[in-house]
């Protein structure tokens, strides 16, 4: 079970910044979902339709909307109880975080700079020219190439491997097994006709807040940069290939790929397992449901549906309709029967 | 090539409680398919259809239906070959099994419980408070974050990084590289709209018998257990989402991907690469083809198709009307020349 | 930045076998992107339409087709601008070359043979009676079971996991992470329906030349070989499962992944995120476009897309005929009227 460093309810509004309703000197001894909460608990709820659940869970308080009514559990009130809810588990929520310093089954070059502050834990190898910033937290077993640089504040998990001349902002994160700065996968053709390798020498930056999400592959550049900038979050065996652009707070959701040079601006959303063809610009603020394949740019703003992808709208009629398609080739068989149009014949239609 | 313990065909078929037929002393000194079989080789045959491939073989000796003339070779008989070779390729097989013991180049929390039965290889990293249970090997380069429970009899491969607080049953099989209880992909957005990451504090349960493909990502719950259940059976490259729970013997065939909060209840079969939408419920024993994209609750039993997800029937019949569609459309017009409807001009008739 | 050895431009010409036209004692200091270059770059030019974009660069060479000008700047004319230029940059390109040995924190079963030339470095794991070529580059955090061939000039980057008997030809490059010779997903049921194992005791075997991307998994059989051929390359979290047969100069692009058994024949191109069920055969040349999934075999030659998949025209006219079709059912519905056929009312149309 999570460990919580116990905090009177009023010292966590007042770090919240919202008022207080109730006992501020109840403590919060952890948080929990509504089903799950017992009387040391704060959990949140969303709104009014939430209030029955609130009403029959065991949690002792509440981050909750003014509309709300919490039973008499002292409650923190919010516009944004989600939000508020979030902040205040990463105030509460204890980690156990490895000690200051280089353990000694770790390998780092003589030449690599370690802040101080930061972790290198077991088995990790810092290559030669390397950088580690203040309070950052690297794994075991996580391999760093020569001249990658890391800022601050960061966390990079067990397995990930950073390969040549990465470069890392502040506060970034990388969870476990994410492979940075791997070969994009660039070939040309011989003149016998076989694949030939175009050599991958450029690098990944990786910019202030990112995250990075498991077994997670991001390329590097065949020249130049794949840059992912500030506080994009990337989940889970996402594939980034070589030369793309992901732009500030962009969501892509887990499975997803982004073909070579793909420009993604700022603010888009992809959901899982969405796919582009290369060298495409996906515009900000747009929105590409799950399992969206994508072969020509998308506006900013657009909100995109399937294979290949169209506008919401459309995709929902086109839907409907194909549902209803083995219907009305009956009925289109039936209006030439009805103006004598002779029926094709199993096997003659297609000719 | 792997290697074989000797055993005699007589002593086989009693441990698979199976009548034999011919000599209880021919030997069994290894197994193979029908083409690659030599003469010390047991093969199986599923039916009389593989009888002439059989009578082609070099194979030594077969598990057979009784229904099936083995050419004089000796046989043991069963009503389920297949099922019967695995088991007999299970006793038949050696493996390397590293040694029990912590290899000198491993590090283990003080407070870790390591069995003496147990194997822990070379480099592997062994948290605070973890425990592992009687037999268990956990290979090199695994990665066990603090609080986290390993049964009895697992097998943890090369590579797999365990996040903190993780359970696992008895007999586990993690394969290479997979990555457990990794934050969970939750994000809500703050008053800017910017991404801003809800703490994922919730664990893994992987329960007895259950199997994990390579490079397959198991998240840990936002709060909470996202759960495996007996015997699941999920493939490499797989995602499974935060707070998911896959029922017993499930099968998750690869490159699937669950997003947040999917049941799938007990032995669902979901094929490769389909994905599911989040807080949706897959019924016992449904079937979902490849490629199936779900985004609403399936009933138990169902058989489902594509994307969006049709009834298997609808599929088929729909896909094949799909076929028929161009040349529909020109029948189409055709009727409507017939009729005196004007036929649209290009470009008008998506008006 | 990447680092390069300073060459003459005629030199380079020399070793591509390509004539120079202009200064051959112009001294080539990096390469570049036509957007990046600098005065001691070279770079190179498909063609006339790129020439605007070189008159515009500050690049101080290229690698160029005959028919362009090169506003004065030093030349290597090529037919093939960019295979030439893939070449130079493989000569001009400096690596850090870990050195040839064995790291001192590395264990290396005492009956395994590493050939002196070779690098295994830091926390690599070489198990018995593995073998590694010459001048073959083993990452830190590699580990190979036991049985492992690895042959000359091979590179395996950090984080890789090969099972037992996995045998590599010679230059050979895994990328970070990958999975070779896991356990194929291998299951039947047993008589309580429940999915019982069958043992995977096969291998891998990946040929001369082969590349496969960080983070894939390629299973080992189920009995017999899974196998690579020669010069394939498989690009990032692709899936190959047990007892396929990639063939020769095979393109496996990002995120595909491959049933058990399929053949795929040589210069086959699979693009991204394509699936294909078990026991197909992709003929040899054949192309599948990105997100295509293929359920029969794929005869020689053929371009297909789409899931199901289509050959290429039909898919063109029917994704087309698919964007028209609820202004066809409409269509549809005025014919019916015009023809005195009941339109069908909401609901009914489907029974």
Redesign the interface.
Same mark, same amino acid.
């Given at each position: 079970?999570?460990r919580f460093r116990a905090t009177a309810l009023g010292d966590l509004a007042a770090r919240l910044g919202r008022p207080l309703e109730g006992d501020a000197a109840w403590v919060v001894r952890g948080?929990?979902?509504l089903e799950?909460a017992g009387p040391g608990d704060l959990v949140f709820v969303r709104g009014p339709r939430y209030a029955g659940a609130l009403a029959r869970s065991g949690a002792g308080a509440a981050i909750a909307p003014p509309s709300v009514d919490t039973g008499g559990r002292p409650a923190i009130r919010s516009p944004?109880p989600?939000?508020d809810? #979030?902040r205040a /588990?990463?105030q509460l929520?204890l980690?156990?975080r490895p000690p200051a310093g280089v &353990?000694p089954?770790a $390998?780092v070059a003589p030449d690599a700079h370690v802040d101080p502050s930061a972790c290198i834990? #077991?088995?990790a /190898?810092i290559?030669?020219r390397c950088s580690v910033g203040a309070r950052s937290i690297v &794994?075991?077993?996580v $391999?760093l190439?020569?001249d990658v640089k890391i800022g601050a504040d960061c966390e990079i998990? #067990?397995?990930c /491997?950073l390969?040549?001349?990465t470069e890392l902002g502040d506060r970034v994160?990388l &969870?476990?097994?994410a492979?940075i700065g791997?070969?994009g996968?660039g070939?040309?053709?011989?003149?016998q006709?076989?694949?030939?390798?175009?050599?991958q020498?450029?690098?990944v930056v990786i910019e202030d807040d990112a995250?990075i999400?498991?077994?997670a592959?991001i390329?590097r550049a065949t020249?130049?940069t794949t840059r992912i900038r500030r506080?994009a979050?990337i989940?889970?065996?996402c594939?980034v290939?070589h030369n793309c652009d992901v732009g500030e707070?962009v969501?892509l959701?887990?499975?997803s790929?982004l073909?070579g040079s793909t420009v993604v601006e700022a603010?888009a959303i992809l959901m899982?397992?969405t796919?582009t063809?290369g060298h495409l610009r996906i515009g900000a603020g747009a929105f590409l449901g799950?399992?969206t394949?994508v072969h020509k740019d998308v506006p900013a703003g657009a909100r995109l549906f399937g294979?290949?992808a169209?506008p919401e709208r459309?995709w929902h009629?086109?839907?409907?309709?194909?549902?209803?398609?083995?219907?009305?080739?009956r009925?289109?068989r039936?209006?030439?029967r009805?103006?004598?149009?002779r029926a094709?014949r199993a096997g003659e239609?297609?000719a």
């Open positions: 079970m999570p948080v929990a979902s799950d944004r989600d939000l809810f #979030a /588990v990463a929520a980690r156990d &353990h089954a $390998v834990d #077991a088995y /190898v290559g030669a &794994h075991p077993h $391999v190439y020569p998990h #067990a397995g /491997v390969r040549e001349e994160v &969870h476990s097994g492979a791997a070969d996968f070939y040309t053709f011989d003149e006709g076989r694949p030939a390798k175009i050599p020498i450029g690098r995250e999400g498991a077994l592959a390329d020249l130049g506080n979050k989940d889970d065996l594939v290939a707070n969501i959701v887990g499975q790929g073909a603010g899982g397992q796919g063809t799950g399992r394949a294979a290949p169209m459309a009629r086109t839907m409907s309709a194909l549902a209803r398609l083995p219907d009305a080739l009925r289109l039936a209006v030439e009805a103006v004598g149009i094709p239609e297609e």
